[in-house]
C-alpha cells in the first residue's frame, strides 16, 4: 500500500486566500485524523471522521477552518480566509479500527506558509 | 492544560548508550500509551505502545516503562545509533477519545 497520502506537499499562499488540504487515507482504513503541528502546541487533533463521519470537531481552532470526507478515500481540510498564524504543518492519519483507535498511520504533511 | 508532558525538548547520547525519554500524564482514566518517531520531512511513525495494565514492553532495543501510580511513561533505546536521531512523541489514549500527544523530544544521537 502507498500509505497515506497528502497534497500538496507544500503551500505557500498569502493572508486572506482560501486554502485547501487533501488527504488519502490508507485503504480499508475507516478512521481518519487531521493534525497540526507547531513548536509552540506540538501535535494537536484538529478533527476525526469515523466511517466518513466527523466524530469531534472541537480541536478546529475557528469557523475559518472546515473539513469534509465526501467517501472513505478522500478528505479535504479547508482554511478560508487564511491567516499568517496558520503557517504549520498539518498531517493527516488513518486507521484500521473502527472508533478511535491507538494506532494511527500517518501522512508526509502538508507544510502551509501564510505570508 | 496539557495532559500529555515531555518536559525535555532535546536529548544527545551517545552512539551505543542509552537514551531515556520521558513522558507525564495527568489523567488516569488512558489506558494506552504509545511512542511515535518523527524525521524532518516525514509523518510520525508509530514505534511501540504499552497498555495501562502493563507496566512493561519490550520490542528489540526499544522498550517503554509505565509508571501508573506516578502517571509516567519512558522510552529506554538500548544500544542508541545514529539513526534514531529523530523527534519522539509520547501519546495517550482512553476508549471513547482520540490520542493527545506530547509536543515531543527531539533525540540526536552521536556517533
Known amino acids: 500500500d502507498a500509505g497515506v497520502i497528502q497534497s500538496p506537499r507544500h503551500e505557500v499562499t498569502e493572508m486572506g486566500q482560501e486554502v485547501t488540504l487533501r488527504c488519502k487515507p490508507i485503504?480499508?482504513?475507516?478512521?481518519l485524523f487531521w493534525y497540526r503541528q507547531t513548536m509552540m502546541r506540538g501535535l494537536e487533533l484538529l478533527i476525526y471522521?469515523?466511517?466518513?463521519?466527523?466524530?469531534?470537531d472541537s480541536g478546529m481552532p475557528e469557523d475559518r477552518f472546515s473539513a469534509k470526507m465526501p467517501n472513505a478515500s478522500f478528505s479535504t481540510l479547508k482554511i478560508q480566509p487564511s491567516e499568517p498564524r496558520d503557517s504549520a504543518v498539518y498531517f493527516c492519519?488513518?486507521?484500521?479500527?473502527?472508533?478511535?483507535?491507538?494506532?494511527?498511520?500517518f501522512g508526509p504533511g502538508t507544510r502551509l506558509t501564510v505570508t | 492544560d496539557q495532559q500529555v508532558k515531555q518536559n525535555s525538548p532535546s536529548l544527545s547520547v551517545q552512539e551505543g548508550r542509552i537514551s531515556i525519554l520521558n513522558c507525564d500524564y495527568t489523567?488516569?482514566?488512558?489506558?494506552?500509551f504509545l511512542w511515535y518517531k518523527k524525521y524532518p520531512a516525514e509523518g510520525p511513525t508509530f514505534l511501540i505502545s504499552?497498555?495501562?495494565?502493563?507496566d512493561k514492553n519490550e520490542d528489540g532495543r526499544f522498550t517503554v516503562f509505565l509508571n501508573k501510580s506516578a502517571k509516567h511513561l519512558s522510552l529506554h533505546i538500548v544500544p542508541s545509533q545514529p539513526g534514531d536521531s529523530a523527534v519522539y512523541f509520547c501519546?495517550?489514549?482512553?476508549?471513547?477519545?482520540?490520542?493527545?500527544f506530547g509536543k515531543g523530544t527531539t533525540l540526536s544521537v552521536s556517533s
Open positions: 501519546a495517550a489514549g482512553q476508549a471513547g477519545t482520540a490520542l493527545i
Open positions: 489523567n488516569s482514566m488512558f489506558d494506552y
Open positions: 471522521f469515523n466511517n466518513n463521519v466527523p466524530i469531534d
Open positions: 504499552i497498555s495501562s495494565i502493563k
Open positions: 492519519a488513518s486507521s484500521p479500527q473502527g472508533g478511535l483507535s491507538y494506532e494511527q498511520y
Open positions: 485503504s480499508g482504513h475507516n478512521s
